[in-house]
């Protein structure tokens, strides 16, 4: 019975989502663009955004590409680069094997059966920080990594949007090997099996797929980059950017620390309650291929750091009330966040809890509850909310963003900012236009979780039917209460 169930779960048509193949070829080869435009135009040569794009009616692109150190297409990748890339995948490989580690049970699979994880990302992140807080001791701001990441950012991106090509292709390619008989609990994802190719390629056609490495052993390729390399690549770039205001102004800013802290503390926090992962969308719905993949090593830790790389070249002061404002958002934001998603998941695991006992639920004829109590009695998505409210703490920091890089031989203006090396670093009229690089993230993760609140609506809507419909007129909001 267990394979006829799964291949009837699969063959369910799901629609496209993300616009279909014209949106899959979009995010996979646009987003990466995006990335590198960035990286450019937001620069330690000649001010974020360059000069020249403030002008685009006279736009030279010859000047154009001296202001954003345009290295040529040749200049974009470097096997050194890509060499110590590869090398810090693979001792994230072995950190998985080596260190001490949880055993646990993902959720029930369509048509049977459960998959075991092995969890310790958060000893092996402290492994890797460790490591790097001891050279940083011993060498300060001139610690190799620090300075190498700096200065190979570009072609560090490139690495990293390569090897999520590569992995994408390569688990699509492998998903083909599934079967309905398999005892080995292989699943295609329900909404990866469209027939499309790109589409497929994109929204991954295996729900789970899983690798088995020499000396390594079996490793979970989409929860293991959900967690590890890209989050802890994230506290990696941001600490580089703090070690190069260091070295660029020989002080750090109170911004560029709180934000290096409190990002590192989000991190830290999700892989510490690692386990809480095997119940999201992202384990149990969807496929992995290149969204998952590109997302997880190259959108997030390189999109998410934009914050402390412009403060790394504009150094700017909060002072003790400006710390105070943020750091009471945060916590605020973080209690939302980790209190929500911590009654969901004790009411899955252990509904008869003391915590969560008391709440009140809508029984579905699915066989699932419904939470219309608590946290999850005010929105459907409470926990989306504590998610984006913490990214203003991220952005904010950066103030009315923008800036202009003087030569060492011009003159001074006010409000200027001295470089070791002579440079100056002044808002002038760029002023306002650099908010386009630092606070995009807050505007990307708010789109991103109506997505993600509209994507979960119709699953459940196809899942539970009626009743899903009976608990949206009980939990009426979807995100912010009286609002959305």
């Not at 109170?254 to 992202?282: C, H, K, R």
């Not at 605020?332 to 929500?340: K, P, Q, V, Y």
């Not at 609140?453 to 899903?468: F, I, N, Q, T």
Request: hydrophobic share 45%.
């Amino acid at each position: 019975m267990a394979p006829k169930a799964q291949q009837q779960t699969v063959t369910k048509t799901h629609g496209y989502e993300f616009f279909g193949p014209p949106g899959a070829f979009g995010i996979s080869f646009g987003l990466p663009v995006l990335l590198y435009a960035f990286a450019f135009a937001c620069n330690d040569i000649s001010g974020c955004p360059a000069p020249s794009l403030l002008h685009p009616k006279s736009l030279d692109w010859e000047v154009l590409k001296k202001e954003v150190g345009w290295p040529g297409i040749r200049g974009l990748a470097s096997w050194e680069a890509t060499g110590w890339t590869v090398a810090y995948y693979l001792l994230s490989a072995l950190l998985y094997r080596l260190l001490p580690a949880t055993e646990m049970e993902g959720t029930e699979l369509a048509g049977g059966g459960r998959l075991k994880y092995r969890l310790n990302a958060f000893p092996s992140t402290m492994f890797i920080l460790a490591i790097c807080a001891a050279g940083t001791f011993q060498q300060g701001a001139e610690f190799p990594l620090w300075t190498f990441i700096a200065d190979n950012y570009v072609q560090i991106l490139t690495a990293n949007i390569l090897f999520a090509l590569f992995q994408a292709t390569f688990v699509y390619v492998r998903s083909f090997g599934v079967r309905p008989e398999n005892k080995d609990l292989r699943r295609l994802a329900a909404g990866g099996v469209t027939g499309n190719m790109l589409y497929d390629w994109f929204i991954g056609r295996e729900l789970n797929p899983r690798v088995t490495l020499p000396l390594i052993g079996e490793i979970d390729i989409k929860e293991f980059m959900e967690i590890r390399p890209g989050l802890t690549g994230w506290i990696l770039l941001n600490c580089a950017f703090v070690a190069k205001q260091y070295r660029s102004y020989g002080y750090v800013t109170d911004s560029i620390i709180f934000i290096t802290l409190v990002q590192g503390f989000y991190v830290l926090d999700a892989q510490f309650m690692e386990p809480n992962v095997l119940t999201t969308m992202d384990i149990t719905t969807d496929g992995f291929g290149m969204m998952l993949s590109f997302g997880d090593i190259v959108w997030v830790p390189f999109l998410y750091s934009q914050q402390t790389r412009y403060l790394a070249v504009h150094p700017q002061q909060l002072g003790p009330a400006g710390l105070a404002v943020v750091g009471a958002l945060l916590v605020g934001a973080f209690a939302i966040f980790r209190l929500s998603n911590n009654q969901k998941n004790m009411f899955r695991t252990d509904p008869n809890h003391p915590s969560v006992a008391h709440l009140k639920y809508l029984e579905t004829k699915a066989g699932t509850r419904l939470l219309i109590s608590g946290w999850w009695g005010i929105a459907r998505h409470i926990n989306y909310l504590g998610d984006w409210l913490q990214a203003w703490p991220y952005s904010l920091p950066t103030g009315l963003a923008g800036y202009t890089i003087l030569s060492a031989g011009e003159q001074a203006v006010e409000g200027a900012v001295k470089m070791l090396d002579g440079r100056f670093v002044v808002p002038g009229e760029a002023r306002g236009w650099g908010a386009i690089f630092t606070y995009f993230y807050v505007a990307y993760f708010a789109s991103l979780l109506i997505h993600r609140d509209l994507r979960d609506d119709e699953k459940c809507s196809r899942k539970y039917g009626e009743d899903w419909e009976k608990y949206k007129k009980i939990v009426r909001w979807r995100i912010i209460p009286y609002v959305y």
